[in-house]
């Protein structure tokens, strides 16, 4: 059976999505291109062979003719959307965050749990790349011993101009935030949050730096730096009690010049998590035909996204905040 996808939204994400699953994923076909833009979805349509082009995400889910859908259009835009789907029960991926607030993804969460469904997967890609999940597979094993630190750096050479301090730790930091959870299997119950001085070149934001601390007692610090002009940059170390890991980091190319050797940076995520955005889609086309959900559940994005807001008050208050998540209910387990 060929899954019959629905893509909503056609900027960056949107379009890699849209072309990856028409011309690298198994067992689907791209048939629906919503995008509020309907000049642009058309031509994203047309690159993809998709017969059916919408200017309204809901119409394109409400298409008897779509089986599943891809949510990649702006953030504001995510939550009606999944709660569109859960209606209509359709699978769905949606691109993070679930909500622009945790209340969003919790409504998420209790509607998705009342279906007695799994139907919604978040796009924390991360969990799909080969260099966390070897990490992963090493902790579990208890390889090194036990975690101790979990040091993070996510720098990307330049932001929209919009981009606020506050949006740095709600859509870049919440990367790391899913990651560590997802390889220390545990959630956190502290965080205190800095920012440096502004740089010269993005003067409306600062840099930030979150210590976060987990149940266990692993501490996790996030340097989340999006103006680092430089080049696209996501580094992980994690020293165990007899060891530890770092990423490898995937280079395009090396180069010999200038009395120098060099490795090239990718300019962004689309790039670096290429092989991670390839195996997340293939995984969830298959989940969409085992009906056994693979990736980020609905509740990680619920948690990720409430995690992020305490660190944003930690950020505002400059104190440090308790982290108290509710128990994981046994539907997500
Ligand atoms: C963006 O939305 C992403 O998801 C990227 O992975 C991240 O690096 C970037 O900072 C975000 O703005």
């Known amino acids: 059976m060929t899954i019959r996808i629905g893509v909503i939204g056609t900027g960056v994400m949107g379009a890699g999505h849209a072309s990856m699953l028409a011309s690298q994923i198994a067992g689907c076909e791209v048939v629906a291109v919503a995008d509020a833009d309907e000049a642009r979805a058309k031509v994203v349509a047309g690159k993809v062979g998709a017969a059916r082009v919408f200017s309204d995400g ?3 889910i409400g298409d008897t003719g779509v089986d599943a859908v891809v949510v990649a259009s702006p953030d504001p835009t995510h939550h009606p959307l999944v709660m569109e789907c859960l209606r209509q029960v359709k699978p769905v991926l949606c691109e993070k965050p679930l909500g622009t607030n945790s209340t969003e993804c919790r409504e998420i969460v209790e509607t998705e749990m009342r279906s007695g469904r799994r139907l919604v997967q978040v796009g924390f890609m991360r969990r799909f790349d080969p260099g966390y999940e070897a990490v992963k597979a090493a902790l579990t094993e208890e ?4 975690p101790l630190f979990l040091h993070c750096i996510h720098r990307n050479a330049v932001a929209a101009s919009y981009t606020t301090s506050e949006a740095i730790i709600l859509n870049t930091a919440v990367h790391e935030i ?3 959870r997802f390889l220390l299997g545990e959630e956190f119950v ?3 949050v800095r920012g440096t001085r502004a740089t010269r070149s993005a003067p409306s934001r600062t840099p930030q730096f979150l210590l976060l601390e987990t149940a266990s007692g692993v ?3 996030i340097e989340a730096f999006v103006d680092a002009q430089y080049g696209y940059d996501v580094r992980a170390e994690l020293v165990c009690e007899k060891g530890a890991m770092s990423l490898a980091q995937t280079h395009a190319v090396r180069t010999w010049s200038s009395g120098t050797v060099g490795n090239s940076l990718y300019a962004d995520w689309m790039g670096r998590f290429d092989d991670a955005y390839r195996r997340e889609l293939q995984a969830w086309v298959q989940s969409i035909r085992s009906w056994k959900a693979v990736g980020a559940s609905a509740w990680d994005g619920y948690v990720s996204t409430r995690t992020a807001e305490l660190c944003l008050e930690a950020y505002r208050s400059r104190q440090t905040v308790t982290i108290d ?4 209910p046994a539907f997500y387990a």
Do not use: F, N, P
């Open 219 to 221: 501490l996790v610090d």
């Open 143 to 146: 390889r090194h011993g036990l």
């Open 325 to 328: 998540i509710e128990e994981r």
């Open 190 to 192: 502290s965080a205190t």
């Open 58 to 60: 809901k119409a394109l």
């Open 178 to 180: 899913d990651a560590a």
